[in-house]
């Protein structure tokens, strides 16, 4: 039990605690509690699992430190989201702490150079990057599209406003010269949506921005033959050559039961940001529950098979290091 005393400071109303008995927790432990939420995307992708993957780290941090005396007091959640740019709007506005942000969005939030499709956000700053994500853009198995433009006259998913998906998607539309009218039906629908709609014949293709491989696509794949085409044509090396933040990706044979022949196509890093605002302990105590637990990590998800911490604190990350990140990989002699 906690007894309160209210007394006058110099004019400024204070309070002050005095400890009667300790079998409850302390109010400084309460006060420590911080509750954290992480953006992701949608519920089968890989970002939710990026998220959830954290906020696991952070708490088996917290039930090993209680063990040990030593106390983060974080409790943190990972909704889902409408992905890359949802992400980044809303920490910009603070209402979330961190996010997962396609490495090219994070980029353009940076600097402001894609206003029309990311809010400049100066106060970005980058945690670590995580798992590559190849654009992919997933067909009905029986269509006759082999790439990209071969999509003109179809029924074709850009993705929700919000998705780093539907970014990319755009970037690659105008490299191409079409614009939504090109298509017979341009739908925005969700991630999750996606791959359902082609299942059931409601459009012919969706492009996505992925980690390899994944729940969604596979209910493509897997569920009724769709395949991923090969994007590796003049425009795709042009946009590799022109933008700093793309690079060729494979997806190799045997990824799913449709992938008979690699794939190629140009893809991101997918990238955990947060705000120049977030406390910087509270930044440490993340990224220190992530690389004290990188092993466990690794295991949660396929495409988490090969993080490399060196990679994860320089690869994808154009907005600077948050402080809170660089004294953790500064204590680790990383940096
Ligand atoms: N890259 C996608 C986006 O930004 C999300 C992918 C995922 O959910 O794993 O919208």
Known sequence: MIARTKIILGGVAAVVFATVAVTAPTDAAAQQRRFIAIGTGGPTGVYFVVGNSICRMIHKEAAEGRREGRKHGIRCSAPSTGGSTYNIGQIAQGELDFGVAQSDWQYHAYNGSAPDRVTHVPELRAV?????????????????????????????NIGNPGSGQRGTTEVMMAAHGLTTADFALATELTSTEQSKALCDGLIDGYGYTVGVPNAGVSVATEGCSARIINLNGAVEEGLVAERPYYGFASIPAGTYSTTVEDVTTFGVLATVVTNAAVDDDLVYEVVRAVFENIDDFRKLHPAFANLDPAQMISNGLSAPLHPGAVRYYQEKGWL
Do not use: C, M, N, W
């Open 128 to 156: 670590f990057s995580v798992h590559p994500e190849p654009y992919q853009v997933i067909v009905a198995g029986d269509s006759d599209i082999q790439e990209f433009t071969d999509l003109v006259g179809k029924r074709f």
